[in-house]
């Protein structure tokens, strides 16, 4: 795809979505701070079949009342109790407090679900049905958020109040010759299960990107509870949403006589992944 169709394509969707938000003044405010950026310039170069969305505000207050009116529309809907917590929302980072489980899912379906109605939310992001996924973990510039980024193809970014594209040559290099190159991340553990899953689609990767990863690894103090739930929670699957749960019950079932090491570790991943 061209880049004037991928500007008219991204415009389009992007209004779509920003438009079915029904709160006037939070749409404008919307509008002028999201930008879509990740992977879906992958598929759009590619044309591939696009998967979702990855949608980053760049205000902090306009996204936490982006995450209330989510969260306020599925509360009232299905009697559950999720909230923002707004005292996290330092260093870029914003967390949805979900509890007992610490994920939710929506099963609403049929002709009469409102469009871009919420399916699936975790701590760190709103995932919505017709692909838009919204990241409420980081805000910020597209350069702030491309801190926490791993792979260098990741960082095409488009922003639609001023129907701007930005490709990056290193990064269409990278996407061009389907090798990752990763260029640091502040969750390591996460680009590892990633790295699997491009390599499931036929990207490359060389031994030395690797060891920039277990180096990064290296550096994280994985026996601090608070550090290891945190490096889980960036690789954002069902299945580490029910490893955390369980840890975080047995830590709160016997506080005293819980300890984080590698045979904890290694009876919670059996215990929820199978041996």
Not at 64 to 93: F, W
Request: aromatic content about 14%; charged content about 25%.
């Amino acid at each position: 795809m061209n880049t004037k169709n991928m500007k008219n394509h991204l415009y389009n969707k992007m209004n779509d979505w920003v438009a079915s938000i029904e709160d006037e003044q939070l749409r404008k405010k919307v509008w002028k701070n999201c930008f879509v950026t990740g992977g879906i310039f992958v598929s759009l170069l590619s044309e591939e079949k696009i998967h979702d969305y990855d949608i980053y505000i760049m205000d902090k207050q306009v996204l936490i009342d982006l995450i209330r009116y989510y969260l306020i529309y599925v509360n009232n809907k299905d009697n559950t109790s999720m909230e923002v917590s707004t005292n996290s929302a330092k260093n870029g980072l914003v967390n949805i407090f979900i509890k007992s489980s610490g994920y939710y899912h929506n099963i609403e379906k049929g002709k009469n679900r409102k469009n871009y109605a919420p399916k699936y939310i975790s701590s760190n992001a709103i995932t919505l049905y017709d692909g838009i996924q919204l990241i409420t973990r980081f805000y910020g510039s597209p350069s702030e958020i491309h801190k926490n980024f791993d792979f260098i193809h990741c960082t095409c970014y488009y922003v639609p109040s001023t129907n701007e594209l930005y490709l990056p040559s290193d990064a269409l290099v990278s996407i061009i010759n389907k090798e990752l190159h990763y260029v640091g991340s502040r969750y390591p553990i996460c680009s590892l299960f990633r790295m699997r899953k491009f390599m499931k689609r036929g990207w490359i990767i060389n031994a030395g990107q690797i060891v920039k990863m277990a180096y990064q690894i290296s550096k994280l103090d994985l026996d601090d509870f608070t550090v290891f739930e945190d490096q889980l929670v960036g690789v954002d699957t069902l299945y580490f949403a029910a490893f955390i749960s369980e840890m975080k019950k047995q830590r709160e079932e016997s506080p005293m006589s819980f300890i984080l090491n590698e045979t904890a570790v290694s009876k919670i991943i059996d215990k929820v992944f199978g041996e």
